[in-house]
């Protein structure tokens, strides 16, 4: 149809012309409402981000104090299992405080002993890092 039909009829419908290939002979137009149209597209960018981001491995952190006891580490290492098993990527920390700067080689051992208990569902990514008063190594899945 000519242009002039095409505009009466988007006048009458209270809508937008929109040329859609403009490089076609004669060019492809489309009768929409430009407002509705780039709402649409605005939303469906935003759920391409979200999906995006939900794709991507999140780093959790799970801090210890030197001074746990066996129960509550079982607990942390159920969590770290739990966050492994859902691709997150963790962040052991060994948190000392006070004089048990000290004593650095009880944290070596309690890490090494929180990466024995995950057995092989972990991969120790790195040697383990001393950062002020944490002593700190990642793990992701095996």
């Not at 990514?125 to 002020?132: L, T, V, Y």
């Amino acid at each position: 149809m000519s242009s002039r039909e095409a505009q009466k009829i988007a006048n009458e419908q209270g809508v937008d012309l929109v040329e859609i290939t403009a490089s076609a002979n004669p060019p492809v137009v489309k009768v929409i409402d430009w407002g509705k149209f780039q709402y649409q597209k605005m939303k469906e960018q935003a759920r391409n981000r979200k999906k995006a981001r939900e794709k991507q491995a999140e780093l959790k952190t799970m801090k210890i104090g030197l001074k746990i006891s066996e129960n509550d580490l079982s607990i942390k290492v159920r969590k770290i299992t739990k966050f492994l098993e859902d691709g997150d990527h963790v962040k052991i920390m060994i948190v000392f405080r006070g004089r048990e700067m000290a004593h650095k080689e009880l944290g070596q051992e309690l890490l090494d002993k929180v990466i024995a208990l995950l057995g092989d569902t972990a991969i120790v990514e790195g040697k383990p890092n001393f950062a002020g008063r944490n002593l700190s190594v990642g793990i992701r899945k095996k």
